[in-house]
């Protein structure tokens, strides 16, 4: 089964920061890997699906890249809506993974 | 309007059972391969099993965590999903989402709202 490492675990940044969140398989997965963003109380909603591509009406602040083993989602200029938990999925094989999550703090 | 809908979550003791369902509006559930994935209370995310569309037999693959005590099955004429759940544990205890995956796009874009079980004497 593959394993998938998520880091960090929670950060905290200002409005407009720049941050990146990262996802690492333990085998390669190559573009299989989707971003979710989940806020207190709700279903997490898809962000990125195949490593790299926006879901629609997602904003463009928001982006994901890597292949292989490493990922990452990077969220280019921060606002107050952005406070969530965001987790990556693995999802080449059965059984699908998700990362540990990372809790998103804006200052 | 397209959703998933989840039903059947309760209080049920160690050792009992629970069957939940998922409704599908707005689309044909056996066109799609549905997902049930849960999130114990302050945790995150756990995969526990697959149906496969039509095309795909409706065969199932399950968590090693929950494969002999789990099964997932389907009621075409209904459009729904079920899962049920037997000889659970208070390690079951979590809100239990169900997910359908757009094979032609590659993602898992619809979600329900989830359904939660809470496992206690």
């Known amino acids: 089964d593959i394993q998938v490492t998520q880091s960090p675990s929670s950060l905290s940044a200002s409005l407009g920061d720049r941050l990146t969140i990262t996802c690492r398989a333990s085998?390669?997965?190559?573009?299989?890997l989707a971003w979710f963003q989940q806020k207190p109380g709700k279903a997490p909603e898809l962000l990125i699906y195949?490593?790299?591509n926006l879901q629609s009406g997602v904003p463009s602040r928001f982006s994901g890249s890597g292949s292989g083993t490493d990922f990452s989602l990077t969220i280019s200029s921060l606002q107050s809506d952005d406070s969530a938990i965001y987790y990556c999925?693995?999802?080449?094989?059965?059984?699908?993974?998700f990362g540990g999550g990372t809790k998103v703090e804006v200052k | 309007e397209v959703q998933l809908m989840e039903s059947g979550g309760g209080v049920v003791q160690p050792g009992g059972s629970l069957r939940l369902s998922c409704e599908g509006s707005?689309?044909?559930?056996?066109?799609?391969?549905m997902e049930w994935v849960r999130q114990g209370p302050g945790k995150g995310l756990e995969w526990v099993g697959c149906?496969?569309?039509?095309?795909?037999?409706?065969?199932?693959q399950r968590a090693a965590s929950v494969k002999d005590r789990f099964s997932i099955s389907r009621d075409d004429s209904g459009n729904l999903l079920y899962l049920q759940m037997n000889s659970l544990k208070i390690d079951d205890t979590a809100v239990y989402y169900c997910?359908?995956?757009?094979?032609?796009?590659?993602?898992?874009?619809?979600w329900g709202q989830g359904t939660l079980v809470i496992v206690s004497s």
């Open positions: 085998q390669s997965i190559d573009n299989w």
């Open positions: 195949m490593a790299s």
């Open positions: 707005g689309f044909t559930l056996s066109d799609h391969y």
């Open positions: 149906s496969r569309n039509r095309h795909n037999g409706f065969t199932t």
């Open positions: 997910v359908r995956y757009d094979v032609d796009a590659a993602r898992y874009r619809l």
């Open positions: 999925l693995a999802y080449k094989n059965y059984p699908l993974t």
